[in-house]
């Protein structure tokens, strides 16, 4: 069997800046490419040398995306939870859902303005 590795995630939102803004928070990523894309559209691509979100918008994009469909939340595992935690509430989301399961990490999920769900883990 070959060895693989996630190499990108696509998903479209309305406001590809402002998620981007978000996301370079959080997680220190950097933009390693951003241009015109499908649909009359915009992309940026931020994360590090061996992957990364690819961050759509076109005119087509309306948002209010429903809950796990198609996709459950996307998972973003960071040192500190409690500032991680703290850029969410200062861009305006709301956090839930705070603990810990057994036996992974303490965590906490969001829904970003177009309905998206991420979960915020720390392993530290």
Excluded at 14 to 28: C, F, H, I, N, V
């Amino acid at each position: 069997m070959a060895n693989a590795r996630l190499e990108h995630v696509n998903f479209s939102v309305t406001d590809g800046e402002r998620s981007a803004k978000l996301l370079e928070q959080l997680t220190g990523w950097h933009r390693r490419w951003e241009g015109p894309s499908l649909d009359n559209g915009r992309s940026i691509h931020l994360g590090d040398d061996h992957a990364y979100v690819a961050i759509h918008t076109s005119p087509r994009i309306a948002g209010g995306f429903a809950k796990s469909v198609p996709m459950n939340h996307i998972g973003i595992a960071v040192d500190d939870l409690d500032a991680a935690k703290a850029i969410v509430i200062e861009h305006g989301l709301e956090t839930f859902n705070h603990g810990k399961y057994e036996p992974g990490p303490r965590s906490f999920y969001f829904f970003d303005w177009d309905g998206i769900e991420f979960e915020v883990v720390s392993y530290e």
